[in-house]
């Protein structure tokens, strides 16, 4: 009997990933934070390298060369990694860290998303303005809105509302809502996508979508932990 060749999962016209025979998608991989010890899935995880000159780097597109070392995306633990010289010792050498190491993340974090929208826009995977971005939830074409935290209440909360009723349709046949990103201002948006300001953007389901929207989540845990540790400091002090 002739055996047969497993046959490799197929692409999507918009570039994701068809569902196995099965309909399961595989696991993402799993990875430890330095601090905590937690496995979680490494897309949700600030990943670091160590140069071959000694210095750490964020890597936040996980694209360099070398051994991963991740934390979760939370400043107060990126700012103990530092302090108990865990990344000298998981990469078992002598690490130099830039003092502005927690500053430069929670910027880069930023930038990451801000560029990952303008991919997007070339690409022809995203759309501007009320009225398109409207017409793109509608039909189930956006998967992630982005809407500038300066623009019309008004506006913003209409289109979320649209967002939350319509949804997109996933690869198994069920539904759920766009994820709505709200981070940045009319003028960092319009930048992005090549305009004066711009406060409405949508997001085609993709690749590009889903690192946005990971990417997204990455910065509100990041600055949501440091803005409590600010808080909780405050208190502290004596009156």
């Known amino acids: 009997m002739q055996a047969t060749a497993p046959q490799k999962p197929q692409e999507r016209a918009d570039g994701r990933r068809a569902p196995t025979a099965l309909g399961r998608k595989a696991p993402e991989p799993q990875r430890r934070c330095l601090v905590t010890r937690a496995s979680r899935p490494k897309g949700g995880l600030l990943r670091f390298v160590v140069s071959p000159e000694g210095v750490l780097v964020p890597d936040l597109g996980e694209k360099l060369p070398g051994r991963g070392l991740y934390v979760m995306p939370d400043?107060?633990?990126?700012?103990?990694?530092?302090?108990?010289?865990?990344?000298a010792k998981a990469a078992r050498q002598a690490v130099e860290i830039p003092e502005t190491l927690p500053e430069d993340v929670a910027s880069l974090l930023r930038q990451r998303a801000l560029d990952l929208i303008g991919f997007a826009k070339r690409a022809a995977q995203a759309v501007a303005g009320f009225d398109r971005v409207k017409s793109w939830i509608e039909q189930g074409r956006a998967a992630v809105v982005v809407q500038a935290v300066d623009g019309s209440v008004g506006s913003r909360q209409r289109l979320a509302g649209i967002a939350a009723a319509v949804g997109e349709t996933s690869p198994d046949g069920g539904s759920h809502p766009p994820r709505v990103v709200e981070l940045f201002g009319q003028d960092q948006l319009g930048a992005a996508f090549g305009?004066?300001?711009?406060?409405?953007?949508a997001i085609a389901p993709g690749g590009l979508a889903k690192q946005l929207a990971s990417t997204a989540e990455q910065i509100l845990s990041y600055e949501t932990a440091a803005a409590a540790q600010k808080v909780a400091a405050r208190q502290r002090k004596p009156r």
Do not use: G, N, P, Q
């Open 75 to 87: 400043r107060a633990l990126l700012e103990t990694a530092i302090a108990k010289r865990l990344f």
């Open 195 to 201: 305009r004066t300001a711009t406060v409405h953007v």
